[in-house]
């Protein structure tokens, strides 16, 4: 059972360029999540997902876009790159709200 | 601003010494908690959760954690912290449809 999966798990982009990260989960839940986090903040949510084709904005969504066409898919794009978008970048998913989330390893991003 | 906070930014303790780890929120309603832990380099994992009843809650790993309605807050405990709990923890609220962290407090276990 592979859980929640991201890919790629590294990545140095330059500014402007854009990329998509994909989440890819195995466990039917409705919710999925994008966090990035920094040090000393902790995770901060990106966009969330509470079914198959919705998606919603989360404390820090400006810069970022996000799908969800598939239930088990969760896509994170960039379109235009910045440095202040270096990161860790979680992914997260869970069956319904109030249930326990799993977390992706992460994808380490770096825009210079 | 609704908010979770956790006052520690880094704590040190003895391997054997017990550990309190605090966890504020700022919510109207009490939300759903929850505590995570993550080692370097990896994803979190749940440690325990508080959703109604029982105030003391048990975990994994022989961690507990207490909700305090009347302090808004849900700290988490230890009695004797082994070497393999140096981590950073992480505390959680779902106050809505989103789950909402903390800036973590980064635990280090003095042999």
């Known amino acids: 059972n592979a859980g929640v999966t991201q890919t790629p798990k590294f990545r140095v982009l330059k500014t402007g360029q854009s990329m998509t990260l994909l989440c890819a989960q195995d466990m039917n839940h409705e919710y999925m999540y994008w966090y990035r986090q920094d040090p000393g903040m902790g995770l901060r949510l990106i966009h969330y997902?509470?079914?198959?084709?919705?998606?919603a904005k989360g404390e820090v969504p400006d810069g970022y876009n996000v799908s969800r066409l598939k239930k088990q898919n969760f896509l994170l794009g960039l379109e235009s790159a910045a440095p202040s978008q270096t990161s860790v970048y979680f992914c997260?998913?869970?069956?319904?709200?109030?249930?326990?989330?799993?977390f992706g390893q992460g994808t380490r991003l770096t825009v210079v | 601003a609704q908010s979770v906070t956790q006052p520690d930014i880094h704590i040190t303790v003895s391997e054997g010494a017990s550990l309190e780890l605090r966890c504020n929120y700022s919510?109207?309603?009490?939300?759903?908690l929850f505590w995570y832990v993550q080692s370097p380099g990896q994803g979190l994992q749940l440690l325990l959760k508080y959703f109604s009843g029982d105030t003391l809650v048990q975990g994994i790993k022989g961690f507990e954690a207490e909700f305090k309605r009347s302090q808004s807050s849900f700290n988490l405990r230890k009695p004797s912290v082994h070497w393999s709990d140096a981590a950073e923890y992480f505390c959680?609220?779902?106050?809505?449809?989103?789950?909402?962290f903390g800036a973590g407090t980064r635990l280090t276990v003095k042999p």
């Open positions: 997260a998913s869970s069956l319904v709200r109030n249930t326990e989330a799993f």
């Open positions: 919510y109207g309603a009490t939300p759903y």
């Open positions: 997902s509470v079914g198959e084709g919705t998606t």
């Open positions: 959680a609220v779902i106050p809505n449809n989103d789950m909402r």
